[in-house]
């Protein structure tokens, strides 16, 4: 079975600065998709970057982009020039491509953003 | 508004008492699911369904029911509660047609207190 770790529980950043969620995953299957989602306290899950395992450029949506690398199986989620309302929980998710899979999920990694 | 709906949203029960979790989505997708998220564990899928009258299940369903009747509704069934079950609940759905990374789409949650 397929499981997902994220190793940091918690982290923090200065506003404005960068930051990195870790997020590793184990898999034997080639053809997956991985995700991160933020969980704001309004506990709405929302869809912040997607990654197909067959694409080997780095997936970027604004401010948020992931550093992929298949052979290491890791999947981490980078956010620049953070704001206050980064401050959430993250979680990263992984699904087979082959059929209607689950999304399986880490534990989550709580964001602070320092102002 | 395209939307994943649950109700209710906030719930005390008490041991034993009989309780259901609606869920009805507006986008007409074939796939349904049910979640639940504990303190350290992440979210763990408990049923889903592939289509009308066909759901199976997922990571952790003791003690729970589900039914897909109509293809909008994936109530979720808890016939005995247990203070175990205490946790927050979301219901998630997706286009059963979209075989790339397709967005789940979660509702708002339900929290669920079982005394």
């Known amino acids: 079975a397929q499981t997902v770790t994220q190793s940091q529980p918690e982290m923090s950043v200065q506003e404005a600065e960068t930051v990195t969620l870790s997020c590793t995953y184990d898999t034997s299957e080639s053809d997956y998709y991985l995700f991160w989602y933020k969980q704001p306290p309004s506990r709405q899950m929302i869809l912040v970057i997607r990654q197909e395992a067959y694409k080997q450029q780095n997936a970027t949506e604004n401010r948020f982009s992931v550093n992929f690398q298949k052979a290491a199986k890791s999947f981490s989620l980078k956010i620049s020039d953070s704001q206050l309302g980064d401050a959430a929980m993250y979680f990263c998710?992984?699904?087979?491509?082959?059929?209607?899979?689950?999304?399986?999920f880490g534990k989550g990694t709580r964001l602070s953003v320092i102002a | 508004e395209a939307q994943v709906t649950q109700n209710p949203r906030y719930l005390i029960t008490v041991t034993g008492k009989k309780l259901t979790v609606t869920c009805s989505q507006n986008?007409?997708?074939?796939?349904m699911s049910w979640y639940r998220q504990d303190p350290g564990l992440g979210l763990r899928q408990i049923y889903y369904s592939m289509n009308v009258e066909v759901t199976d299940k997922g990571d952790v369903p003791e003690g729970y029911k589900v039914s897909r009747k109509e293809k909008r509704n994936f109530p979720l069934i808890l016939e005995s509660p247990s203070p175990n079950q205490t946790s927050l609940y979301f219901c998630?759905?997706?286009?059963?047609?979209?075989?790339?990374?397709?967005?789940?789409?979660f509702g708002e949650g339900s929290r669920l207190t079982v005394l």
């Open positions: 998630a759905s997706k286009s059963g047609r979209d075989r790339g990374p397709g967005e789940l789409f």
């Open positions: 986008m007409n997708h074939e796939y």
């Open positions: 998710a992984y699904r087979s491509a082959w059929g209607n899979t689950p999304l399986v």
